[in-house]
C-alpha cells in the first residue's frame, strides 16, 4: 500500500465550480499534512497546510481533515481556469520528512 | 524577498559526465532538502541537510552526493549521470522546529544526452 494515496485524473470541473481533491495516507501518527499545487514545468508551491481535525479555510481553498479515516482533502470554491494544475497531498511522516502522493490533475474549463 | 534559488534551471549532460547542481536559500533555514521528479511522479528524497548532519535516503544512489558548506548553500553532486538520472531536482528548506513547512525552489530541469 502506497503512504499518500491519491486519484491521478483529470478531475474536469466548470469555471465557478467547486472542485474537490481527496488524499489518503496510511501511516496513523502522521500529524501534519500539507497541499502544493504545481504547475506544468514548474515547482511545487505551498496552498494550504493542516495539522487538526476539521476544516481550515483560506480564500477558495479549504482543507478538511480527518485524522481517524485517514483522509485529507482540498476544497476550490468558485474555480477558476488558472487553478488548473497538479495537486499534489504530502503528509510528514517522521522527523523533517514528508512522504508526495503522485497529485491530481485539475483541468477547470471556461 | 526570502527565497529558494536554484541554478541552473536547464542543466543539459552527456552520459557519465559529472555535474553540479545548487540551491542557495535567503530564508535562514536549517534543513535543506533534494529531491528528485520525474514526469507524472510524486517528489521523491534524495537526502537532506540539518544544519551540517547529513541524511541520505535508503534508496538514493551512490551516484547522487550533496554537500552543505554552510548555511544558504547546498549541491548536488551526480557523478555519473545515466540517462534515467533525467529529471527535475528540486531543492526545498524548512525549519526543524515547528510544523515543518517545506518551501521549493524553481528546480532544475536536468537532461542527460
Known amino acids: 500500500q502506497k503512504e499518500v494515496e491519491q486519484n491521478s485524473g483529470p478531475l474536469s470541473v466548470p469555471e465557478g465550480a467547486i472542485a474537490s481533491l481527496n488524499c489518503t495516507y496510511s501511516?496513523?501518527?502522521?500529524?501534519?499534512f500539507f497541499w502544493y499545487r504545481q504547475y506544468s514545468g514548474k515547482s511545487p508551491e505551498l496552498i494550504m497546510s493542516?495539522?487538526?481535525?476539521g476544516d481550515k479555510e483560506d480564500g477558495r481553498f479549504t482543507a478538511q481533515l480527518n485524522k481517524a479515516s485517514q483522509y485529507v482533502s482540498l476544497l476550490i470554491r468558485d474555480s477558476q481556469p488558472s487553478d488548473s494544475a497538479t495537486y499534489l497531498c504530502?503528509?510528514?511522516?517522521?522527523?523533517?520528512?514528508?512522504?508526495f502522493g503522485t497529485g491530481t490533475r485539475l483541468l477547470v474549463s471556461p | 524577498d526570502a527565497m529558494v534559488i536554484q541554478n541552473p534551471r536547464y542543466q543539459v549532460t552527456q552520459f557519465g559526465k559529472p555535474v553540479t547542481l545548487s540551491c542557495s536559500q535567503t530564508l535562514n533555514h536549517n534543513v535543506m532538502y533534494w529531491y528528485q521528479q520525474k514526469s507524472s511522479q510524486a517528489p521523491k528524497l534524495l537526502f537532506h541537510?540539518?544544519?551540517?548532519?547529513?541524511?541520505n535516503e535508503a534508496d538514493t544512489p551512490d551516484n547522487f552526493q550533496s554537500r552543505r558548506p554552510n548555511t544558504s548553500f547546498c549541491f548536488l553532486d551526480i557523478r555519473s549521470p545515466g540517462l534515467g538520472d533525467a529529471a527535475m531536482y528540486l531543492c526545498a528548506t524548512g525549519e526543524r522546529e515547528g510544523q515543518e513547512t517545506q518551501y521549493f525552489g524553481p528546480g532544475t530541469r536536468l537532461l542527460v544526452l
Open positions: 501511516d496513523r501518527v502522521s500529524q501534519s
Open positions: 541537510y540539518y544544519d551540517k548532519d547529513f541524511n
Open positions: 504530502a503528509v510528514r511522516t517522521g522527523f523533517q520528512k514528508l512522504v
Open positions: 493542516i495539522y487538526s481535525n
